[in-house]
C-alpha cells in the first residue's frame, strides 16, 4: 500500500479520525503510522479484536477515559545500570500502569487482555515514594530533614523581620519583603544607605538605586538551610535510586505490559471509531475471497450528502461509463476506500450482506499528474503511473484506473487501454475503470472475464441519480450536456451532424440496450410482486391450516380427557358399594343402590359410545372414500379439507400422498382426505408453488440451537422450528447461531426479516449470549 494511493483515496482523512478517537499520543502515532493489512489471518484478527470492545462499548460498563501518558521514550532509562528516574518520569510510569490495568479490568476476560504481564507491583513501589498529586510522600527517611528546613526557614523569617520591622530601619528599605537571590534570603535596601547594614552585597539593580544584602547573622542560617537542602536531595536521590532499581527489576514485563496497552489502544480508537459511525463489519467467506459485493455503499467522507451505490462485481475487470459528473469517480474511490478501510480493522457505511476480497495490494490512477518540473504532459504522467502499477501490482491486486487512457487519439488510446487490461487480467488483479471510450465498451462486451457498468443519468433534466446499472455501458452525453452548459444551438447541431456522418451510432446502439435492460427489469418487478402476493396467500393458508391442527389437537384432548374422567368416577363409586355389601348386609336399599349406579353407568356409556359411533361414522365416510382411491390420478377433481374445497390431482407426491392445486397454490394432502367428483382428464400445466404443511406433534422447546449447521440446512430447520411454534403457541423463542464469521447470524436475520409471521427480533443481553443469540417475536 503506497502513500500515494492512501492520499488520492484520502484514507489518510479516515486514518487521522481514527487517530483522534486514541487516548495516548503513542497509541495515535502509532495509528498513523500503520497502513491496512494485506493477510486474512491478520484482518481477521484485528476485526474480532474491535468487535470485542464494539460490545464492551454497548454493554453499558463504565469506560476509563483517562489520557495515558507517553512513557516509550522513559523505559530504556531502565535498562542503564544505576540510571535515576526522576519524581515527573516515575509518576508517569506510574500513572500509565494504572489507568492500562483499569482499561484491562473493564475489558474483562476477552481475548485481547489475556496474557498481558502484570505489573501492579511495579505500580505499588512508584505509589510507595510518590502521592497521586505527583509529590514525594512524607517519608521517614525524609520527615527529620523536612523539619529542620522548615524550623531554618522560620529563623531566617524572624531575623528578616527584625530588620524590616525596625522603625529606625524602615526608610531605608525599598521592600519590607525579604528576597531571594541564588536560593539565599537577603533584603532590599535604597543606595543611599549603603554601608549601614553589615553583609554580602549580592546583587544592584539596572537602576542602581537598589542593592540586595545578605546581612552577617543571616548569612549563617543560609549556610545551614543550603545544607539540609542538600541532605533532603542527597536522600531523595537515594530514594529515587532505589525505587528504580526496583522497578528495573520488572523491565522486561513492564515493556510487553506497554506494548500491550498501546496496541490496544489502537484497536479501541478503531472501535470507538466504528461505533460512532454505525457501520458493519464484513467477515471473509467464500464468496467474499472472489467477488466484490457492496450493498448500499456510502462514500464515509460525504456524511449526509453520500448517495448509497449497489455494486455486485463477478469478474475480474468492471468498466464503467457515463456522463461528466454522473458519479464514476466517486464509485471508484468508494470502492477502493471501503477496501483500505476493511483491511485496517474498521466497521463500513453498507448493508449487511455485502463482501469484498482480501487484496494483497491496493492501486489508484485517479486525477491529473502533470508535471511541468518534469516535463510530464497529463497523458504522459497518467501512462507513467500505470506502468509503474503494472510493474508492481500482482494476483488479487485491486487497481482502479480513472479515465483509462483519455487525454490522447481515441483510437490509439482505446487499442493501448485494451492491450493494459489484458495485462491485468493476465496478472489475475481486480480492476475497476472508468471510461468514455467505445472501444472499451465493445472491450467488455466481447471478454467473458470483463463486465460493463455504467451510473444512471436522467435525460430530461441531465441530472445523475448515482444509481449504478451493472451489465449495460452509458451513453457519454456530452452533447447534451454541453447544449444545457451554454454553447450555441448551432454548434451543437454541427456536432449532431458530424456523428450521423460517422461510421455507425454507438449511442444508439446503448440506448437501445438500455431500454431493453429497463424491459426486463420491469418483468422481473411484476414477477416478483406477483411472487409476493402468491405467498402472503400461501402464509394466511399456513396459519390457518396450523390453527385448524391446534384446535383438533384440543378437542381430541378434551374428548380423552371427558373419558378418563367418567371411568375414575365410575371405578370410585363402585369400589364404594362393593365395600359397603362387604361390611354389612345385603339389603333392599343398598340393592337399589347398586341398581341406579348401574343405570346411570349404562347411559353415561351410551352417551360415549353415541360420540365413539359418530367418529366411526366420519371413519366408515372416509374409508368409503378409500374404495375410490383407485380412480385417484392426476387430473382428476377433488374435494380436500374440512371445507371440501375444490381442487385438482396434479401428481403423486410421495406414497399415500397427493400434489393438488387449490386456485392459485398447490399443497400435498394425505390421500384418505381426497374426495373424487369426476373422472380423471389429463391434468394441466402450472407454475404455482407446492408446500408441505406436515406438521410436527411433540412440544417445542424455547430455544433453537443451530450453531455447527451449514447455512441451508440451519435455514431449513429454523423455519419447521417456527411453524412447530405457531401451531403450539409458542410465540417467543430464542435461535443461538453464534458469532463466528457472522454467517448464520446474517442468514438467520435475513430469513426473519422477510417471514410474514416473525413480529420482532433481536440480538439478546451480552449475559444471555449477546450477538451470538437472536431472540425471536411471533405474530398473534
Not at 116 to 137: A, L, T, W
Not at 158 to 172: H, L, P, V, W
Not at 577 to 603: A, M, S
Request: glycine share 6%; hydrophobic share 40%.
Amino acid at each position: 500500500m503506497n502513500e500515494k494511493t492512501l492520499k488520492l483515496l484520502e484514507f489518510d482523512i479516515i486514518r487521522e479520525r481514527v487517530a483522534e478517537c486514541a487516548r495516548s499520543d503513542e497509541a495515535r502515532q502509532r495509528i498513523l503510522s500503520e497502513t491496512p493489512f494485506t493477510d486474512s489471518i491478520s484482518i481477521t484478527c484485528i476485526k474480532q479484536n474491535v468487535v470485542s470492545i464494539v460490545d464492551r462499548l454497548i454493554s453499558g460498563d463504565v469506560e476509563p477515559q483517562a489520557y495515558m501518558p507517553v512513557i516509550g521514550g522513559l523505559l530504556p532509562i531502565l535498562n542503564i545500570a544505576g540510571a535515576v528516574l526522576n519524581i515527573e518520569e516515575a509518576f508517569a510510569i506510574g500513572n500509565f500502569i494504572r489507568e492500562g490495568r483499569a482499561v484491562l479490568q473493564w475489558l474483562g476476560n476477552i481475548e485481547i487482555s489475556a496474557e498481558i504481564p502484570d505489573c501492579s507491583d511495579v505500580e505499588q513501589e512508584i505509589f510507595r515514594v510518590i502521592d497521586n498529586s505527583g509529590k514525594v510522600r512524607d517519608l521517614p527517611e525524609l520527615s527529620n530533614i523536612k523539619k529542620r528546613i522548615a524550623a531554618i526557614k522560620k529563623e531566617l523569617q524572624f531575623i528578616s523581620a527584625s530588620y524590616t520591622n525596625n522603625e529606625n530601619m524602615k526608610r531605608m528599605f525599598q521592600s519590607t519583603i525579604p528576597a531571594q537571590r541564588n536560593g539565599r534570603t537577603v533584603i532590599a535596601i535604597k543606595h543611599k544607605f549603603k554601608g549601614r547594614i553589615r553583609g554580602i552585597v549580592h546583587e544592584v539593580s539596572a537602576s542602581g538605586q537598589t542593592l540586595f544584602i545578605e546581612p552577617e547573622n543571616i548569612v549563617e542560617k543560609n549556610n545551614e538551610l543550603i545544607v539540609e537542602q542538600r541532605r533532603f536531595e542527597a536522600e531523595l536521590r537515594r530514594i529515587l535510586r532505589k525505587m528504580t532499581a526496583t522497578i528495573a527489576t520488572s523491565r522486561n514485563a513492564l515493556f510487553s505490559f506497554h506494548e500491550h496497552i498501546i496496541f490496544i489502544e489502537t484497536i479501541r480508537a478503531r472501535a470507538h471509531y466504528s461505533n460512532n459511525t454505525k457501520g458493519v463489519f464484513l467477515y471473509q467467506d467464500t464468496v467474499g475471497h472472489s467477488h466484490i459485493t457492496l450493498k448500499q455503499a456510502r462514500h464515509p467522507l460525504l456524511g449526509d450528502k453520500a448517495v448509497p451505490i449497489d455494486m455486485i462485481m463477478k469478474t475480474r475487470i468492471l468498466i464503467i461509463s457515463g456522463p461528466n459528473t454522473g458519479g464514476k469517480t466517486v464509485a471508484l474511490k468508494t470502492v477502493g476506500l471501503l477496501a483500505l478501510m476493511n483491511q485496517f480493522g474498521l466497521a463500513l457505511p453498507l448493508a449487511e450482506g455485502s463482501s469484498l476480497p482480501v487484496f494483497n495490494g491496493i492501486f489508484a490512477e485517479i486525477g491529473d499528474d502533470q508535471s511541468l518540473g518534469q516535463s510530464l504532459s497529463t497523458f504522459s504522467a497518467h501512462i507513467k503511473a500505470i506502468a509503474s502499477i503494472l510493474n508492481t501490482a500482482g494476483e488479487t491486486s485491486l487497481i482502479l484506473l480513472d479515465e483509462l487512457c483519455a487525454g490522447t487519439d481515441p483510437s490509439e488510446g482505446g487499442a493501448i487501454a485494451m492491450a493494459i487490461l489484458d495485462d491485468i487480467l493476465e496478472k489475475n488483479c481486480f480492476c475497476i475503470v472508468t471510461t468514455h471510450h467505445s472501444a472499451l465498451k465493445n472491450y467488455a462486451f466481447s471478454n467473458s472475464f470483463t463486465e460493463n457498468a455504467s451510473v444512471e443519468f436522467d435525460a430530461t433534466t441531465l441530472s445523475p441519480s448515482y444509481r449504478i446499472v451493472m451489465g449495460l455501458p452509458g451513453e457519454s452525453r456530452a452533447i447534451d450536456i454541453s447544449l444545457h452548459y451554454g454553447l450555441s444551438a448551432q454548434i451543437v447541431e454541427k456536432a449532431r451532424n458530424y456523428i450521423s456522418q460517422g461510421h455507425g451510432d454507438v449511442s444508439s446502439l446503448i440506448a437501445s440496450l438500455k431500454e431493453k435492460h429497463r424491459a426486463v427489469e420491469d418483468s422481473l418487478r411484476a414477477a416478483t410482486l406477483e411472487k409476493q402476493r402468491v405467498l402472503e396467500e400461501q402464509s394466511n393458508l399456513d396459519l390457518r391450516e396450523k390453527r385448524l391442527i391446534q384446535k383438533e389437537a384440543e378437542l381430541k384432548s378434551g374428548s380423552l380427557y371427558d373419558l378418563r374422567r367418567l371411568l375414575d368416577e365410575s371405578r370410585k363409586k363402585l369400589e364404594n358399594l362393593v365395600r359397603e355389601l362387604k361390611e354389612g348386609e345385603i339389603t333392599r336399599e343398598k340393592t337399589l343402590k347398586v341398581k341406579e349406579f348401574l343405570l346411570k353407568l349404562e347411559k353415561a356409556t351410551e352417551n360415549e359410545t353415541q360420540k365413539l359411533d359418530g367418529m366411526k361414522s366420519e371413519l366408515a365416510k372416509q374409508e368409503n372414500v378409500a374404495t375410490i382411491y383407485s380412480e385417484i390420478q392426476p387430473g382428476v377433481n377433488v374435494l380436500v379439507g374440512d371445507k371440501k374445497l375444490q381442487g385438482q390431482v396434479r401428481r403423486s407426491s410421495k406414497k399415500g400422498f397427493w400434489v393438488v392445486e387449490t386456485g392459485s397454490v398447490s399443497m400435498i394432502f394425505n390421500e384418505k382426505e381426497l374426495i373424487p367428483v369426476q373422472s380423471p382428464g389429463k391434468p394441466p400445466k402450472s407454475e404455482t408453488a407446492i408446500i408441505d404443511y406436515n406438521l410436527p406433534a411433540e412440544s417445542v422447546p424455547s430455544e433453537l440451537n443451530i450453531r455447527g449447521m451449514r447455512l441451508p440446512e440451519a435455514i431449513d430447520t429454523l423455519q419447521r422450528h417456527i411453524d412447530a411454534a405457531l401451531v403450539f403457541g409458542l410465540w417467543e423463542f430464542a435461535v443461538i447461531h453464534g458469532k463466528g464469521d457472522g454467517i448464520l447470524q446474517r442468514g438467520v436475520h435475513d430469513y426473519l426479516r422477510s417471514h410474514r409471521f416473525v413480529a420482532d427480533y433481536h440480538f439478546s443481553r451480552p449475559e444471555l449470549g449477546g450477538f451470538g443469540r437472536t431472540e425471536i417475536t411471533l405474530k398473534r
